[in-house]
């Protein structure tokens, strides 16, 4: 069955640090990957996804991740974490050849310390 | 990306009454939109699939007779939860599915609280 980890549950990093968040997803077919942040009270937004080609990919505010199929991971990375980062992060995975569901990861909550 | 909005951002309501909760695709038409609720600290939780013009697709435990979704228009679907409880107390988020497209954009989410 296709599953989504998060291994992390809340991080905490100071200001300035570099940051990464993990995702793991399970099943053989080829995924398409996402990365969302998600304020307190807010809906989701997207912070950068994966179809296809280079496996490094830049999203916005300064974000970026690679697939590693070997891994079965999609790791978000950001060099220097800045205080408005705080916030929950979401991975999601769809599986296009079983449908265009959407499986969420159980999200990363991020505290950010000045 | 699509620009999503719902309505109302929260509601507070008394046990035993319906409410609904709008969600709209501004810029686009879309023919299929998802239901999600979400409990604090929890993921999302998909709850159903709604597909303009006909019935809503419903996900494994989710009470098609509780959460009636109508998707009448290809930039409105409505999510009317019928006879609330508290335990219907919830973030409820819509989506829009681009056709032929694997991504969805997410309205801002209704906070709902049954008392």
């Known amino acids: 069955a296709q599953s989504v980890t998060q291994p992390d549950i809340h991080i905490t990093v100071s200001e300035g640090a570099s940051l990464e968040l993990r995702c793991n997803y399970s099943y053989g077919a080829t995924p398409y990957l996402f990365w969302y942040v998600q304020s307190p009270g807010q809906g989701l937004q997207l912070l950068l996804k994966y179809f296809s080609g280079d496996t490094l990919v830049q999203g916005i505010k300064g974000f970026e991740a690679e697939f590693k199929r070997s891994q079965s991971s999609f790791n978000l990375r950001k060099p220097s974490v800045h205080w408005s980062d705080a916030a929950e992060y979401f991975c999601?995975?769809?599986?296009?050849?079983?449908?265009?569901?959407?499986?969420f990861g159980t999200g990363t909550s991020l505290t950010v310390i000045p | 990306g699509a620009v999503v909005s719902q309505h109302p951002s929260w509601v507070i309501c008394k046990s035993g009454t319906s409410v609904k909760i709008e969600c709209r695709s501004l810029?686009?038409?879309?023919?299929?939109m998802f239901w999600y609720r979400q409990f604090p600290k929890q993921s999302l939780m998909l709850m159903a699939t709604s597909n303009e013009g006909s019935k809503a697709t419903y996900e494994q435990g989710v009470e098609k007779d509780k959460f009636l979704i109508n998707h009448a228009s290809l930039t409105l679907s409505t999510l009317t939860v019928t006879s609330a409880h508290p335990e219907d107390s919830s973030f409820y988020i819509c989506?829009?599915?681009?056709?032929?497209?694997?991504?969805?954009?997410f309205g801002p989410g209704t906070r709902l609280t049954v008392t």
């Open positions: 989506s829009v599915g681009l056709a032929g497209r694997y991504e969805q954009y």
């Open positions: 999601a995975v769809v599986f296009p050849e079983t449908g265009n569901q959407f499986y």
């Open positions: 810029d686009f038409q879309a023919t299929t």
